[in-house]
């Protein structure tokens, strides 16, 4: 019997030194201690040992998370807590431009409290980036003490992480066009088959904008003055009028959001609507996701982005919006259908870029107007 306690008392104290031996690892790890120094020299907080963030985040107890996951949100909390039932874990919806609005308004007064994540919205961006705590996500990514990938990233502003992704699709109604005529590569949209209002283009011109990265500047804009020779049929606000392209008043869709045609393809009963990628296939990130500085769950947050960035989280986010999850991820709907493709790819911190190329591409179309339908 005093064999048998003396072991457990053994193993009790071996697993209690566990972490210590973790931690005394990661800290004489020449790669992370350079990393750490690069990060220090930056301004940038880097914890050596994935371990003491665990820790600390147990000490904390808690988190309060703002999301745009919309549908994903509570299944992936629900998930998180499971993962880590140490931490009492509320998310609420943070979605909207007079939210990113307020959001900055009180970050600027050193008023903003109650949230542990926040995220950066791409029209705000530059706005937000004094108002977070400088943690180093990208060089403890590199060194393998978070688990994120790379991609995911803003490389410059090393605090932010994207955990969602867009790509951009041709759509089209099949009773009304047959597969192989529609266009293979962007610049089909210019035959003289598709001129005279034969195809939808939306005046906020995300997808044309987006080929910047692939194609540069002048390119784009070269294509926009073509493109808006054709005279499509111009208009404002996408769901509606994919809406509209299944039930049979348009025949194609000039560069809609994959997941929205995968949600429709779900819901709709009719399965009239396809897509084609079409390369490049533009490429943006979304859910900036980043720590403010006013965290009182710093180390918790740290876990949670973690977490969306993960296999796990990702798969919940393409389960309740399929197609959403972002295609640096190995195992998600997005890497799995643009494998082996060209890509124009606006990425964290580029993408501040979107507005400005999105005049110009405006300028280039001469300013169309949306259809006024009645």
């Known amino acids: 019997m005093k064999t048998r306690m003396t072991v457990n008392l053994l193993l009790i104290v071996v697993s209690s030194l566990i972490p210590r031996l ?3 690892a990661a800290a004489s790890d020449p790669d992370r201690i350079s990393a750490k120094k690069e990060a220090d020299a930056k301004g940038y907080t880097f914890f050596l040992s994935r371990d003491e963030i665990v820790a600390k985040a147990k000490q904390e107890g808690k988190l309060r998370a703002f999301s745009g996951l919309r549908e994903a949100m509570n299944p992936v909390m629900e998930a998180f807590k499971k993962k880590y039932p140490f931490i009492e874990t509320r ?3 943070w979605i909207g431009t007079d939210t990113y609005q307020r959001t900055l308004l009180e970050l600027k007064a050193g008023a903003f409290r109650g949230s542990d994540i926040i995220r950066t919205p791409s029209d705000f961006y530059n706005d937000y980036l004094p108002y977070l705590k400088k943690v180093d996500f990208l060089g403890m990514a590199k060194s393998g003490v978070l688990n994120i990938p790379i991609q995911m990233i803003d490389p410059t502003n090393r ?14 109604n099949k009773t009304l066009i047959a597969p192989e005529r529609v266009p293979n590569k962007w610049e089909d949209f210019l035959k003289p088959e598709f001129k005279g209002r034969k195809f939808l283009a939306d005046i906020r011109p995300q997808e044309v904008a987006a080929l910047v990265p692939a194609w540069g500047l002048e390119k784009t804009l070269d294509f926009a003055r073509k493109l808006a020779s054709q005279n499509p049929v111009w208009f404002r606000g996408g769901t509606r009028y994919l809406v509209s392209l299944a039930a049979g008043e348009y025949a194609l869709y000039l560069g809609t959001n994959y997941d929205s045609v995968k949600t429709l393809e779900l819901k709709s009963p009719s399965k009239n609507v396809g897509y084609k990628i079409v390369e490049p296939v533009p490429t943006r990130v979304s859910e900036e996701t980043s720590v403010p500085e006013t965290a009182e769950n710093p180390h918790a947050a740290l876990l949670w982005i973690e977490f969306l960035a993960s296999p796990e989280g990702q798969r919940i986010i393409d389960k309740y919006k399929p197609g959403s999850a972002s295609l640096f991820s190995s ?23 979107m507005e400005g190329w999105q005049e110009k591409v405006l300028e280039a179309y001469g300013f169309p107007k949306a259809e006024i339908r009645k």
Do not use: W
């Not at 195992?331 to 501040?352: C, D, F, N, P």
């Open 331 to 353: 195992g998600s709907i997005l890497s799995a259908e643009t494998r082996g493709k060209q890509l124009s790819v606006v990425q964290l911190g580029e993408h501040t870029k």
């Open 22 to 24: 973790d931690n005394a």
């Open 91 to 93: 998310v609420e919806e």
């Open 159 to 172: 605090n932010v992480a994207a955990v969602v992704g867009r790509i951009q699709v041709v759509a089209y």
